[in-house]
């Protein structure tokens, strides 16, 4: 396959970049749409992260937006020729939608696209592929018996779930905090409110029957549950919260609202609007290995969005060693603190994580749009 330098520009481009170029008419929409295509099919082949091309459909949809601007002079949306690429459980009519579970293959497709692709495509967007998924999407890796074990194209041998930075997470976070500080922002140090308490919650409500509803559905075509999705279900169980009974259903809604109500006190008390936190305890995981979503999952059981941002540092094994004096607090603790290789992750990007306030999602993406510019030393 010939890789023309062009091409590797259009692939490299931003949203804006991408939009201005259309302005200029210095690219079409098919020629973009091509250029993603291509690299996709590339990486696909090292990593496996594609379940379906939608080759012929974005293409013409790209060919009738560069007509519209042809005949128009005008942009067709924000997303006017952006290719888009959709997780394999969002609906696409008259697509099969199996959210990695072997026996949802054989069910009716969906006669309509998804709310959110619909609004995808008013915006101008071109879907051009569909992504991989974890089986049933309980698991933190992304594998299931359908389409395989998607690779992470940084080492193979790595979960393609975001990597932060071991050690140098508080490096990261650090150096965010600090360019906040020069760009105006008040900064202030946040102690995690009691998240053992909002994860015991959080486990019993997604399996409330510790899994079994969808061991069952994995019965249905004698798929295997794989050891990340039986693991999800064993955190439930654990909790010893599970419950299927109306009034277990309610206690549980209870603890979680008076856990939420305290969160938001807190944060009304210390004057605090954003919370910045790694992204994940390390450096990333090895395949097969990624039980601690904890950084990210306590957002979920608070009903607080949030964004995952690069810091533009990376790990750096002479600088992010593991400290042999650490006294782990549990047996995770533990666990993951064993798991780190300052030599394996050496190099990877250190990712931060921003939170905001309930129902706030606009501001969250304006307040990590700031951060990412103080990161990065724009004014």
Not at 178 to 202: N, S, T
Not at 281 to 286: D, F, H, K, S, Y
Not at 292 to 316: A, C, E, F, K, R
């Amino acid at each position: 396959m010939r890789w023309w330098a062009e091409e590797i520009k259009m692939t490299d481009s931003d949203v804006e970049s991408l939009l201005e170029a259309y302005r200029a008419r210095k690219w079409t929409a098919r020629q973009v749409i091509t250029a993603f295509l291509k690299k996709a099919v590339m990486m696909n082949q090292m990593t496996n992260f594609v379940t379906e091309f939608l080759s012929e459909g974005a293409l013409k949809r790209a060919d009738d937006l560069d007509a519209h601007l042809a005949s128009t002079g005008i942009l067709a949306g924000p997303l006017h020729g952006i290719p888009t690429s959709l997780a394999e459980h969002i609906p696409l009519a008259g697509r099969i939608t199996h959210a990695g579970v072997v026996s949802r293959i054989t069910q009716t497709p969906p006669a309509e696209d998804a709310h959110l692709v619909r609004l995808l495509r008013q915006a101008g967007a071109v879907v051009h592929l569909r992504t991989n998924v974890a089986q049933a999407l309980v698991e933190l890796g992304c594998e299931n018996n359908i389409t395989g074990r998607t690779l992470n194209p940084r080492d193979l041998r790595l979960s393609p779930g975001g990597p932060c930075g071991g050690e140098g997470v508080s490096v990261g976070a650090g150096a965010a905090a600090d360019k906040l500080r020069q760009a105006g922002a008040r900064v202030v140090d946040w102690e995690p409110y009691d998240h053992q308490r909002g994860l015991d919650i959080l486990a019993p409500l997604c399996f409330p029957d510790g899994g079994q509803r969808y061991l069952d559905e994995f019965n249905e075509s004698g798929e295997p549950a794989l050891p990340l999705t039986l693991h999800a279900f064993e955190t439930a169980k654990r909790s010893g919260k599970i419950s299927l009974s109306a009034h277990g259903i309610q206690a549980l809604n209870h603890a979680r609202d008076r856990y939420q109500q305290e969160h938001d006190a807190l944060m009304k008390e210390r004057g605090v609007d954003f919370i910045l936190s790694p992204a994940y305890v390390g450096a990333g995981a090895l395949q097969g290995s990624a039980k601690y979503p904890h950084y990210t999952s306590i957002w979920n059981v608070l009903d607080l969005p949030s964004v995952v941002l690069p810091s533009g540092l990376g790990s750096d094994k002479n600088v992010d060693t593991r400290d042999e004096s650490y006294n782990p607090r549990s047996e995770m603790d533990e666990a993951e603190w064993r798991a780190y290789d300052p030599g394996l992750f050496d190099g990877f990007p250190i990712a931060l994580q921003l939170a905001g306030k309930r129902s706030k999602d606009e501001e969250v993406l304006e307040a990590a749009r700031v951060l990412d510019n103080a990161v990065k030393g724009v004014s």
